[in-house]
């Protein structure tokens, strides 16, 4: 039940998201009333790339279960990260994305919850410190047109300046209190001997500075998901009549992709396309109603991908074990 009324009020949240982002939209001439004007070659070329970034932020988990010494084929992480997209767009059983994945892989790998979650958890941090370090390159080599915003799109930056930052230092955290000096002072005198997986995680975090060639191959994966993932975005731009350069479409996503990640509505729905509305007036001048529908056919390439992860969910094996899961909730 407490799933469900979380799900209704994030519900609530993407269709009040929405009817802002939509408040100033001009319908008249818009794509919305003439759909016949959309582009569908550069819709295409959007749910290609689309794709690529699915395999490539497979290819990033894949990356660090490989550090913790798992083997799990390629394509099996593939369709894990189709399935948890899948069930991130809307977990009403209370089964997020990345649940569906640890639950689906313990399958595979019994006993090694653990090592599948942390593995899970250093992908997170790995995409963090992407699109953190790509804000900040972005605000440095484009600092006067990112500072010349209107109030609304001051606050956003100044909120990503702060929210990216602290998860900088987040992470960096996270790998202090898992480094061996650190980790046997915290865990000195037995102070969490009842709880043994508190002593086992920051063994498990510090794999990756052991072997830091893991996090940093990781690493250069991300940036090449990333950048295919807002081309996706570019290419919806394209296809809905806009103009803005592909360079301010890039400035603008990292900003709108870690702020629409944060579960304040479905999916990011809402969020997405009033930031979206909002950056690509300041940077590139773009119509409300093109910025919109240009946020939508983006988010539309991916979603496509989200919708063929049902394919492998029906799978009989992983299907059987979340809907067991569900019950036993």
């Known amino acids: 039940m407490k799933a469900v009324l979380i799900f209704l009020l994030k519900l609530v949240l993407t269709g009040l998201c929405l ?20 582009d569908y070659r550069w819709l295409a070329g959007g749910v290609a790339l689309a794709g690529v970034s699915v395999v490539l932020q ?19 992480a593939v369709e894990l990260t189709m399935i948890d997209s899948l069930f ?5 059983s209370g089964i997020g994305g990345d649940a569906a994945r640890i639950i ?75 480094s061996p000096p650190v980790h046997r002072r915290i865990h000195g005198n037995d102070r969490f001997a009842r709880w043994p997986f508190m002593k086992r995680i920051p063994e498990l975090y510090d794999v990756y500075r052991k072997d830091w060639r893991f996090p940093v191959a990781g690493l250069c994966v991300s940036f090449l998901m990333l950048f295919s993932y807002f081309s996706s975005y570019y290419c919806g731009m394209r296809a809905v009549g806009g103009t803005a350069e592909y360079g301010a479409v890039i400035s ?55 919708g063929l992860g049902a394919l492998f969910f029906l799978k009989k094996r992983d299907r059987i074990r979340v809907a067991e899961l569900v019950e036993e909730r």
């Open 104 to 178: 689906l892989l313990m399958r595979d790998h019994p006993g090694r919850k653990l090592v599948i979650a942390t593995a899970v958890m250093a992908d997170h941090l790995a995409g963090l410190v992407s699109v953190a370090v790509l804000f900040f390159i972005i605000s440095v080599a484009r600092f006067d047109a990112i500072a010349d915003q209107s109030i609304l799109g001051r606050g956003v930056i100044h909120f990503a300046w702060f929210y990216l930052g602290g998860g900088l230092a987040m992470v960096l955290l996270v790998f202090i209190c898992a």
């Open 252 to 306: 603008a996503m990292p900003v709108i992709d870690s702020i629409s990640g944060m579960p304040v509505s479905v999916a990011g729905v809402g969020v997405r396309e009033k930031l979206f509305e909002v950056l690509m007036k300041d940077l590139a001048g773009v119509p409300p109603e093109t910025a919109v529908a240009a946020s939508l056919a983006g988010f539309a390439c991916n979603v496509l991908w989200a």
């Open 58 to 76: 497979a290819m990033r988990w894949w990356i660090f279960l490989r550090a913790q010494l798992l083997p799990v084929k390629l394509g099996r």
């Open 19 to 38: 009817w802002w982002a939509f408040s100033h939209v001009d319908f008249d001439g818009s794509v919305f009333t003439r759909p016949g004007a959309i």
């Open 88 to 92: 991130s767009l809307a977990s009403v």
